[in-house]
């Protein structure tokens, strides 16, 4: 089966690589759209307008199933995307707000897009998530998925963004470009919890793959 990925970028080939742990045997047709990273910082109808076009192409390709791997883009385009595309599947990524709120943090950090954190789909999930007492803190971090593509020194742009944010049990990165530089941002939060959507994007693809070949 032909499953089509794409994100603004490589930060989508972190969720291919967890995707091709659970199905290595299917042919996978990967976009990473360098040229308009970051998605982050694009307007709803621009971001929407790139979207369609890398999907056309994936549908074009032979695409049955599609991982948008960029939150920006499951938050402001996947539900027009389901509309517009009945016969594909499209599975999306989110912050794992659900995840860092199952565990026992009580002080958690969401490190995303300015896109992502501006989104309704954020609300939602920390008003269907988020435990009582448990402190969840949104920071939106702009310049840092570009320069983590662009192969900048990052250092530099973590400490502006994170100065006085060390004080948290578990850190939500909200942005698949983030994982790539997973073991910099945990040297801000030694004692804290890094994760990522990456695992639960691959199980849900194996979930539709056995739904389309029924």
């Keep these: 089966m032909k499953i089509g990925v794409f994100d603004s970028g490589k930060g989508g080939t972190t969720i291919l690589e967890e995707i091709k742990k659970i199905l290595p045997n299917e042919e996978y047709l990967f976009v990473g ?28 390709w ?35 707000i ?33 435990k009582l007492g448990q402190d969840i803190t949104l920071l939106a971090c702009p310049g840092l998925a570009d320069a983590i593509e662009k192969g900048q020194n990052v250092k530099a742009i973590l400490k502006k963004i994170l100065v006085g944010e ?29 994760i990522d959507g990456n695992v639960g994007v691959a199980n849900r693809v194996k979930e539709l793959k056995l739904l389309v070949e029924k």
């Design 33 to 60: 759209d360098s040229k308009n990273c970051p998605y982050g910082e694009k307007t709803d109808s621009e971001l929407m307008e790139i979207v369609i076009d890398i999907v056309e192409r994936l549908k074009k």
């Design 62 to 96: 032979g695409a049955k199933i599609i991982v948008v791997a960029c939150n920006t883009a499951t938050a402001k385009c996947i539900n027009r995307l389901r509309k517009l595309y009945p016969e594909i599947k499209f599975v999306g990524t989110e912050p794992a």
């Design 98 to 130: 659900r995840l860092a709120a199952k565990t026992d943090a009580k002080r958690v950090l969401v490190m995303a897009t300015p896109g992502t954190i501006k989104s309704e789909r954020i609300e939602k999930l920390l008003k269907n998530n988020r």
């Design 166 to 194: 060390s004080q948290y049990d578990c850190v939500v990165l909200g942005c698949t470009h983030y994982s790539l530089i997973k073991s910099k941002i945990q040297k801000f939060f030694p004692q804290a919890e890094l």
